[in-house]
């Protein structure tokens, strides 16, 4: 049966010739089994090739988890050590209001002093206070972080927020909403506060243009790029590149043409460039 010829016919469609391919059954049988067995091995290829891109994918996720995780026990000792004074300066009031309790009140000076009862109620205003403390100071972080602060650029301020005349048709008294920063081309546009880009690119006038708001009223405008680096609707922090110095739009030399809005009026960037 091995060496009995087979004979295979191949029909085209496109012709009414056929290939008639003689061969041995057992060379038959040798190629199909080389084949059915390549095909078992790409399976398992592929198969290993999945798993190990699932694995991939899980030891990432498994990372960012550790890594948030860490994060948060960061953020519990921070608050744990801010509460260490508190904790001792507690442990000093409960330890003179035991002794008061036992010996019956102090002598000399304005000794304030009360009973085991009057406790709690007292540690309750105390970690109140905190609590709005924190809040407070969480508070005047954020209004900290939303406003802008420092140069978008490195260069020399050409043009001054206020009156001043076009350097276009040379009108004198024309509002400038703004500063123009110069340097050369290519040089960094960064954003001075966190905030929310909500328009990167063209604009008439001001060219290839970023507006990001931060909150609390504020708002900056970064004009003139040569490129941009960010899009609508992506999170900043204070120093991200937002793109690159230019002069596309109405301008006469590379610079960044920058502005600080308080809720939609223009008011002076020096004030914040300091």
């Known amino acids: 049966m091995v060496r009995q010829p087979v004979t295979l016919m191949l029909l085209p469609h496109d012709s009414t010739r056929t290939f008639r391919i003689r061969m041995p059954a057992g060379l038959l049988v040798l190629l199909a089994s080389g084949w059915l067995v390549s095909l078992v091995m790409a399976v398992v290829l592929v198969s290993r090739g999945v798993n190990y891109e699932a694995m991939r994918l899980l030891n990432a996720r498994l990372a960012e988890e550790n890594a948030e995780y860490a994060r948060q026990v960061a953020t519990a000792e921070s608050v744990a050590a801010r509460l260490v004074p508190l904790e001792r300066d507690l442990r000093k ?16 000076g304005p000794t304030v002093s009360f009973l085991p009862s009057e406790i709690p109620p007292r540690v309750a205003r105390l970690v109140e206070a905190g609590d709005r403390i924190f809040r407070d100071y969480q508070g005047l972080a954020a209004f900290m972080a939303a406003t802008p602060g420092g140069w978008p650029s490195r260069g020399w ?15 004198v008294g024309t509002n400038h909403p703004g500063v123009d920063i110069a340097n050369k081309t290519g040089t960094p546009v960064v954003a001075t506060a966190d905030g929310l880009v909500i328009h990167a690119g063209w604009t008439s006038g001001y060219g290839k243009l970023v507006e ?6 504020y708002a900056t405008t970064y004009g003139h790029c040569s490129r941009l680096r960010v899009a609508s609707g992506q999170r900043v922090t204070k120093g991200d590149i937002l793109g690159y110095m230019g002069s596309t739009g109405n301008a006469t030399g590379p610079h960044c043409h920058y502005e600080v809005r308080l809720y939609g009026v223009p008011v002076n960037p020096r004030t914040f460039m300091k």
């Not at 009031?93 to 000399?108: D, F, I, Y």
């Open 157 to 171: 301020v050409t043009s001054e927020f206020g009156e001043r005349i076009s350097p276009y048709t040379g009108e």
């Open 212 to 217: 990001v708001v931060h909150g609390y009223g």
């Open 93 to 108: 009031v409960l330890a003179r209001t035991r002794n008061t309790a036992e010996v019956g009140g102090g002598t000399g």
